[in-house]
């Protein structure tokens, strides 16, 4: 089996990203498999060559290692549209403004359910629009049925759920969703671990996979980590980034934290990831969000 990290280089790593890569790990090497390391800079605009060797970095001093990294995802606009071409897409003339209006529907990741303006322009309708179009992919009435190993059964009508959903930008940068499946492919991943908020993808993906003639995927979406009034760590919180955490604590401990924080540890005792490999099962792993209390904070 091969697993894979796939962080993304718009910003340093933060404790999210580090538990994320923890499970990822655990479950390629308890299972002798073959892990990857894919950075996904696709947006040129928030993705730094800095953050990506930091990310490195990081991941290096945590104690993870990986048997190969994929290629930049900004280098593979080549392999993208070679996919995209294959797909029944037409071109999306709306702005975002447009389509956040208030009274539209919103997707359970927060993305306005497409209600098919462009769906059915006319050749001459197009002809006239003078802006560059974003590209979506026309979904049919069907119901996608995810069975995650750790959230359970998962399933989505495209259609009523999500819509016709955008694989190329206007500025011509493929979508995350098509990226994201053709890398994997690419890579011959069979399993995917990563945060609980990216569930909501998982159906998309699973139908672009069909589509594509692509090999299913067997995802694990983990707990994500919480404040104490239950708000989502991020970015924001600079002191559980892990440049700041590496002042604090050695690498040993927050692994440890981590791994106690998930159920791999029943108790806090530093740790290394190797040394959880023989004591990981995924039976005993959270499934809902875990609150970073003040014992990070100190
Ligand atoms: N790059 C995404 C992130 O950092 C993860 C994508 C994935 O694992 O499918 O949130």
Redesign the pocket.
């Known amino acids: 089996m091969t697993g ?1 990290f ?3 280089p718009s910003g340093t790593m933060h404790l999210g ?1 580090a538990f994320s890569a923890l499970l990822a790990w655990l479950s390629v090497r308890s299972q002798g498999g073959t892990m990857l390391l894919r950075m ?1 800079d696709l947006d040129p605009q928030r993705c730094r060559a800095e953050y990506i060797a930091q990310l490195r970095e990081d991941l290096s001093w945590l104690g993870f290692d990986w048997d190969l990294e994929q290629p930049l995802q900004s280098t593979r606009t080549a392999a993208y549209l070679a996919q995209f071409r294959k797909l029944d897409t037409y071109p999306c003339y709306c702005s975002r403004d447009a389509l956040h209006a208030a009274s539209a529907p919103h997707a359970s990741d927060g993305t306005v359910i497409y209600p098919g303006t462009c769906r059915n322009l006319t050749p001459s309708e197009r002809a006239s629009r003078k802006k560059a179009p974003s590209w979506r992919l026309r979904v049919p009435d069907r119901t996608i049925e995810i069975v995650d190993g750790l959230q359970g059964v998962y399933s989505e009508n495209l259609a009523k759920d999500c819509g016709d959903f955008i694989l190329r930008r206007a500025d011509g940068v493929f979508a ?1 969703q098509l990226a ?1 499946v053709t890398d994997d492919a690419a890579g011959g991943v069979t399993e ?1 671990t ?2 609980l ?2 569930l909501s ?1 998982s159906p998309r993906q699973r139908y672009l996979q069909e589509l594509l003639g692509f090999a299913q995927v067997r995802y694990y979406h983990v707990p994500l980590l919480t404040d104490e009034t239950g708000r989502r760590l991020s970015k924001r919180d600079g002191d559980l980034d892990l440049s700041a955490l590496r002042l604090r604590m050695t690498a040993p401990e927050i692994i440890g934290r981590l791994a106690f924080a998930a159920g791999v540890l029943d108790h806090f005792e530093p740790a290394t990831p190797e040394s959880l490999v023989p004591i990981f099962d995924w039976k005993t792993v959270r499934k809902d969000s875990i609150v970073i209390g003040s014992e990070w904070k100190v």
């Open positions: 894979r796939a962080p993304s990203n996904e995350y994201v995917v990563r945060g908020d990216l993808s």
